[in-house]
């Protein structure tokens, strides 16, 4: 925003509003640009791929939209520092399954970097394939199989356009992700 701008957001700034925070090379600060963006409802998805020697890896992920309608397409930003990252400049595809409401525990085991398999056997964790034979999770509220078809570097993530070759749908009420915590309701009594 220019110098013009910013007197605008000073004007038109309603009473206890906070002040922009900005650092000193004027960017937002990023832990002020995280509390912003947590004020943003996600769903909650988990992104799986198959590993080189055959076994499944999986990775929970809010920054994901669709696309395209025509041609069907949905995009997942993933962090470099990620194994999945790795995974999907690999194999070139990826599956989607929309987390349920009562899934939370699944996209904490997802968001470990470090888990630990008999957790998944403990937590129900159980993978389907798809007609294509590629694995999403099962009992999910929508799964997708996805064709990678373009990639974008964007600051410490890429974001993977995948076209969707198949979906599945399931019942249920979504998992939602808003503050830090899941469901949106919890999140804003707290």
């Not at 988990?46 to 994901?64: D, K, P, R, Y």
């Not at 669709?66 to 595809?93: I, K, W």
Request: charged share 25%; aromatic share 8%; with cysteine.
């Amino acid at each position: 925003m220019g110098d013009c701008g910013l007197e605008m957001a000073r004007a038109y700034r309603k009473p206890g509003q906070d002040a922009p925070q900005a650092s000193t090379d004027g960017l937002v600060k990023p832990d002020r640009f995280r509390a912003a963006l947590s004020r943003f409802v996600t769903g909650v998805t988990v992104i799986t791929v198959q590993t080189a020697e055959g076994g499944v890896h999986g990775m929970t992920a809010n920054a994901f939209c669709s696309v395209s309608l025509r041609p069907p397409l949905v995009l997942v930003c993933v962090d470099h520092l990620a194994e999945t990252y790795l995974h999907l400049r690999e194999c070139g595809r990826f599956g989607v399954s929309v987390l349920k409401a009562e899934q939370d525990a699944f996209s904490e085991y997802f968001a470990d970097p470090e888990r630990n398999p008999d957790s998944a056997r403990r937590l129900g964790i159980r993978y389907r394939e798809m007609e294509s034979g590629w694995p999403v999770l099962e009992d999910a509220l929508a799964n997708l199989d996805c064709r990678i078809v373009a990639q974008y570097q964007a600051g410490d993530h890429t974001i993977f356009v995948g076209e969707v070759r198949e979906a599945a749908l399931g019942e249920g009420e979504p998992l939602l992700y808003f503050r830090g915590r899941y469901g949106v309701n919890d999140a804003q009594d707290k």
